[in-house]
């Protein structure tokens, strides 16, 4: 334990912590005044729920923040795939379009794309 914590073990009542760093066994033993531990990524992979759960302590984390942004991400990456943006883009800087025809890439327009099935995945 860092001499941090050791000083102000007795007057910690909030840890604050990420898919990084959270709230382990031993720092919850540690501080005996802990009263919630928050992760203010979506996971609480880094907390230990069964001891805070043991010692009452309150959790919480930020779910549903970033749904969006991944559902809008998993669209601009359905789109790159299947018109081979990167693809397009290495043809196009390497100077091919001048001797060689590109290959036809798929259509997009048509297909239905359901969010809900990439919010399944990402979960």
Not at 1 to 21: D, E, P, Q, S
Not at 62 to 81: E, H, K, Q
Request: charged share 25%.
């Amino acid at each position: 334990m860092t001499h941090f914590l050791n000083t102000h073990k007795n007057n910690i009542r909030a840890v604050v912590g990420n898919a990084a760093a959270g709230a382990e066994a031993e720092l919850i033993e540690a501080l005996p005044k802990l009263e919630i531990a928050v992760s203010f990524s979506v996971g609480l992979d880094k907390v230990d729920l069964g001891k805070c759960k043991e010692k009452g302590i309150r959790v919480t984390n930020t779910p549903d923040v970033l749904t969006d942004d991944v559902a809008d991400l998993a669209i601009g990456l359905t789109l790159a795939v299947l018109r081979r943006f990167c693809e397009s883009d290495r043809y196009l800087r390497s100077g091919k379009w001048k001797r060689v025809d590109y290959k036809l890439t798929t259509k997009v327009s048509g297909i239905f794309i359901n969010v809900s099935l990439v919010f399944a995945f990402v979960d």
